[in-house]
């Protein structure tokens, strides 16, 4: 069964808990790593080269490096080597300016409101055809 790598990052820990009671559960997913901020974030990316996730869960608002500042820096520096990874950008956030602000990212997908559930996730990975290195934005 094909298979995916999933990274997640969030600040929340209620949120971290639940995720990890989820992501588990989902047989298209081989490995997953829950962050708790997007500095640690780069920092595992920069580490992880020979296995390196092929999607990114990040949480919009976060206190020490937000989900905006996040995917920008990914942009830069691991976008061009990586482009199959895609992330999905995590908010309770109504504002549509970010959320259209998030979509205007190459490597960003998907816009998802909080919380997440086991069903959204594997409907995003129908939607993207597992695994997600066969999505062309």
Do not use: C, H
């Not at 081989?30 to 990114?56: C, M, Q, R």
């Not at 691991?78 to 999905?88: D, L, W």
Request: no cysteine; hydrophobic share 40%; net charge negative.
């Amino acid at each position: 069964m094909p298979s995916n790598k999933v990274l997640f990052i969030d600040d929340d820990e209620t949120n971290n808990f639940l995720i990890s009671l989820i992501l588990p559960n989902i047989q298209e997913i081989e490995t997953y790593k829950i962050i708790t901020n997007g500095w640690v974030g780069l920092e595992y990316l920069n580490s992880a080269k020979s296995d390196f996730p092929n999607l990114i869960f990040i949480d919009l608002r976060m206190s020490e490096m937000d989900g905006m500042e996040f995917i920008e820096r990914y942009e830069s520096v691991f976008y061009k080597e990586f482009p199959e990874t895609k992330i999905v950008v995590v908010s309770n956030s109504l504002n549509k300016s970010e959320k259209e602000k998030a979509l205007n990212f190459p490597s960003v997908i998907q816009f998802m409101d909080k919380p997440l559930t086991e069903e959204k996730i594997k409907d995003l990975l129908v939607i993207y055809k597992t695994p997600l290195e066969k999505y062309k934005k």
